[in-house]
């Protein structure tokens, strides 16, 4: 296995040390500190995986479209409704943390690798992240001013996700051509353990009926992704015509 590769799964069992630590002490800041490594260990795998011309591409087009929807976002409540971040993220510029672009292309990128990096895949697969943890960090990180029906989050906020999601993609697509990258196994697998960490996150935090729905989803991923490895294994066992 590529040492990046066993970074990220590292990254996992760090994360349960800290959801370990997080159920004794409760201080709510370990969880900040674990989105940070998160950031780090995506750099990481991005420059041993995409490049560094490609990762700083990446970066930057991920950064500053992310931070454009989400100024959009926040003082105007489109595309993802009205909601305001708290003040544990540290700075803001025009009421958008300056660290929220970087979870955003962090996220996208494994989510990227996941979906192989294809417009009609990323965005549902980037939905179905957030349907996990927006509900657990609306609860500290930022709040939503009309709480909706999902518990609490608004349906708007997914079918802004997605739209998001979708642009941020396109503008890295015209930039960093991902034909050449073929499916990962690896890229699969990360994102159904990440997605069931999320839902023993979402257990821990209390949010028990979202943990039930969260490993519902994830393994549902888990059997499509599957059926993809087996569908391309058959492709490439099958006899070539002549």
């Known amino acids: ?77 489109y595309p993802f409704g009205r909601y305001y971040y708290t003040s544990l993220l540290g700075p803001r510029i025009y009421g958008v943390p300056y660290a929220i672009p970087l979870f955003w292309v962090s996220i996208i990128y494994f ?56 642009i941020i993609m396109a503008v890295i697509g015209i930039f960093i051509k991902f034909n050449k990258y073929r499916i990962s196994i690896n890229g699969m697998l990360f994102y159904v353990l990440f997605g069931y960490f999320q839902a023993l996150e979402d257990a821990v935090s209390g949010l028990l009926k979202l943990a039930v729905v969260s490993t519902i989803m994830f393994t549902i991923i888990l059997i499509i992704f599957l059926i993809i490895q087996f569908s391309v294994n058959k492709k490439i066992l099958m006899p070539q015509k002549i």
Do not use: Q
Request: overall charge neutral.
């Open 1 to 77: 296995m590529e040492r990046c590769w066993k970074a990220v799964y590292a990254y996992l069992i760090f994360g349960i040390i800290m959801l370990l630590i997080y159920e004794y002490s409760h201080i709510y800041e370990l969880a900040i500190i674990y989105e940070i490594v998160f950031i780090f260990i995506y750099i990481y795998h991005s420059l041993n995986y995409l490049g560094s011309k490609n990762t700083i591409k990446f970066i930057f087009l991920g950064y500053f479209t992310s931070l454009l929807i989400e100024i959009i976002g926040v003082n105007s409540g």
């Open 111 to 166: 989510a990227g690798i996941a979906g192989n990096f294809r417009l009609y895949s990323v965005p549902f697969l980037m939905v179905i992240l957030d349907l996990s943890f927006d509900p657990r960090f609306s609860l500290h990180l930022w709040h939503w001013i009309k709480p909706g029906i999902y518990f609490g989050v608004p349906l708007s906020n997914f079918a802004g996700w997605f739209a998001a999601s979708l």
